[in-house]
C-alpha cells in the first residue's frame, strides 16, 4: 500500500498545482480526484464528432435562424445558406450591406410578388406539359409557376436522378427553387424511396457546402460527422471510431506536407513516372522492333532480340563489324557528352527518389509494426497493472496508452517528413520554387 499511497500524493499536487494555476481555486476534495480519471484531451485542433441525428438538428437550427431572420420560406433559407457556405455571419454581413432584397437576388432566390395573385381552388386550367385538365389547387410554385400535380411528381423524381440537389422550377428560364416541403409532399405520395433520398439529400448539402463539417470517411460509415472550430480547416482530426483524416482535403493525415503536395507525392508512388526514368537511364529502344533493351556491360554495341544491332551510346541502328572502340561506318562520338549527361541527371533524380521514398517506406512499416505488435502487448501489460494494483495506479497505466498513442503519432509524422524534404528541397539542400 505504501507505493499507491506516493503515487496518490504525487497526483494530487500535481493536479492541485495546475487548477490553482488556471482558476485559482485548489481541489480540497479528495473524492473529487478519484472520479476525475478521463485524460485530458489531447487533440491540439477545436474538433468535435456529433451524429447524424445531431447533424439534422443543427442544420435545422440555422435555417430557422435565417427563416424568421428574413421572414422567407426554409427552401428559400437553404438556398440563400448553401450561397454563403452556411456561413451565418456572412448573411448577416450581407444584410448590413445590401439589404434583404439585393442579397436574395443575389443567390438567386425569386419570392412571389403578390401572394392575392392565385386563383380561386375552384377553376381548372391545362397544364402545359400533358395538355391535361388540372384544379388550380394542384402545387404552384412562388414564382407563380403551375402545372399538374402529375407532372410536378414526375419532374422532381427525374431531377433527383440526374443528382441535383436543388430542385428548380419546370417552368422555361425560370431558376426559382422549389418548395422543400411540396417536392417532399409529391414525392411522398407515388415514390417514397426518392422522398427518402430527397431528405438525405437536403442534409449531405449541409456537409457539402459546409466549410466546417465533414463526413468520416469510413468504410463501412460510423455514422458520424466532424466539426472543427472556424479556422481550423487545415487541421488533422480523428472520429471516435479511429479513422483520422486531413479535415481540409479527406485523405488521410499527411503533415508536415500540405495538401497539394501529399496529392503529388501520391501521383508519383502510384504512377509509372519513376519507372520511366529509369528505363531511360537503363535500356534503349531498339531502332527497328521497339522494344527496350537492357545492356549488360561490354562494348558499346548490342543486339536486340530480333537481329538488330544498334550502338548503344546513340541508339542508332548498325552494322555488326567493330572494335571495342568504335563500330564500322557508325560515328556518333559528338553526341556522347549530351546523351551522357542525360542519363546521369536521370539516374541522379531516380536515386535521389528511391533513397527517399525507401526511408518513407522503412519509417511506415516501423509505424505499422509498432500499431499492430506493440498495441496489443501494452493492453495487455494495462490490464496486468490494473488488475495488480486497484485503482490508484489507474493513471500510471493510462500514461502508458498515451504514451503509445503519442509514439504512433510521431511514427506518422516521420516517413511523411521524408515526403516534404524530397518535395521542398533540390537534392543540394537548396529550397525549390514550385513542387516536382
Ligand atoms: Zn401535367
Ligand atoms: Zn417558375
Ligand atoms: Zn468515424
Ligand atoms: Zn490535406
Ligand atoms: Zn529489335
Ligand atoms: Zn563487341
Ligand atoms: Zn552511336
Known amino acids: 500500500m505504501a507505493s499507491d499511497d506516493e503515487c496518490y500524493d504525487y497526483d494530487y499536487d500535481y493536479d492541485e498545482a495546475e487548477e490553482e494555476e488556471e482558476e485559482g481555486v485548489g481541489i480540497g476534495d479528495d473524492d473529487d480526484l478519484l472520479e476525475e480519471d478521463t485524460p485530458a484531451p489531447d487533440r491540439p485542433a477545436d474538433c468535435w464528432a456529433i ?5 439534422s438538428a443543427a442544420q435545422q437550427q440555422e435555417l430557422s435562424v435565417v427563416t424568421s431572420l428574413l421572414n422567407i420560406k426554409q427552401h428559400n433559407a437553404r438556398a440563400l445558406l448553401i450561397h454563403h457556405r452556411w456561413k451565418v455571419d456572412c448573411i448577416y454581413d450581407h444584410l448590413d450591406r445590401k439589404g434583404r432584397d439585393q442579397m436574395l437576388r443575389e443567390a438567386g432566390i425569386i419570392l412571389r410578388e403578390d401572394n392575392n395573385s392565385r386563383a380561386a381552388p375552384s377553376i381548372t ?8 385538365e388540372f384544379s388550380l389547387s394542384d402545387v ?5 409557376h403551375c402545372f399538374c400535380n402529375e407532372c410536378w411528381t414526375e419532374y422532381f423524381y427525374a431531377s433527383l436522378d440526374t443528382g441535383k440537389k436543388q430542385i428548380r422550377c419546370m417552368g422555361e428560364k425560370c431558376w426559382a427553387i422549389c418548395d422543400e416541403a411540396m417536392v417532399q409532399h409529391l414525392l411522398g405520395r407515388k415514390y417514397p424511396e426518392a422522398a427518402q433520398r430527397f431528405e438525405r439529400f437536403l442534409l449531405e448539402s449541409y456537409l457539402e457546402n459546409n466549410e466546417t463539417v465533414k463526413w468520416c470517411p469510413s468504410v463501412p460509415h460510423c455514422g458520424h460527422a466532424i466539426c472543427v472550430g472556424a479556422g481550423e480547416r487545415y487541421c488533422e482530426v480523428e472520429c471516435p471510431c479511429g479513422v483520422s483524416l486531413c479535415f481540409n482535403c479527406g485523405e488521410q493525415p499527411h503533415s508536415p506536407c500540405p495538401c497539394a ?3 503529388l507525392w501520391e501521383v508519383k508512388c502510384n ?5 520511366v526514368n529509369w528505363i531511360l537511364a537503363n535500356t534503349k529502344n531498339c531502332p527497328k522492333c521497339f522494344k527496350p533493351i537492357e545492356k549488360n556491360g561490354g562494348c558499346n554495341l548490342v543486339t536486340c532480340e530480333c537481329g538488330q544491332h544498334l550502338c548503344w551510346l546513340c541508339g542508332g541502328a548498325t552494322g555488326f563489324k567493330h572494335t571495342y572502340t568504335s563500330i564500322e561506318g557508325h560515328s556518333c562520338n559528338r553526341f556522347v557528352g549530351e546523351e551522357k549527361k542525360k542519363v546521369d541527371n536521370a539516374k541522379r533524380q531516380l536515386h535521389r527518389y528511391t533513397h527517399y521514398y525507401d526511408h518513407f517506406k522503412i519509417h511506415g512499416d516501423s509505424f505499422k509494426a509498432e500499431q499492430e505488435k506493440l498495441g496489443p502487448a501494452i493492453e495487455e501489460r ?5 488488475s495488480d494494483h486497484g485503482r490508484l495506479l489507474f493513471r500510471d497505466a493510462d500514461w502508458l496508452t498515451d504514451a503509445h498513442r503519442s509514439l504512433l503519432r510521431s511514427r506518422q509524422v516521420l516517413p511523411r517528413s521524408y515526403v516534404f524534404a524530397y518535395c521542398m528541397f533540390d537534392g543540394k539542400g537548396r529550397r525549390r520554387r514550385t513542387c516536382p
Open 382 to 386: 494495462v490490464k496486468q497493472l490494473e
Open 125 to 132: 386550367a391545362t397544364c402545359i406539359v400533358c395538355f391535361d
Open 271 to 275: 504512377g509509372e513516372s519513376e519507372n
Open 261 to 263: 503536395m501529399w496529392k
Open 51 to 55: 451524429t447524424r441525428e445531431c447533424l
Open 140 to 144: 404552384s410554385m412562388e414564382c407563380g
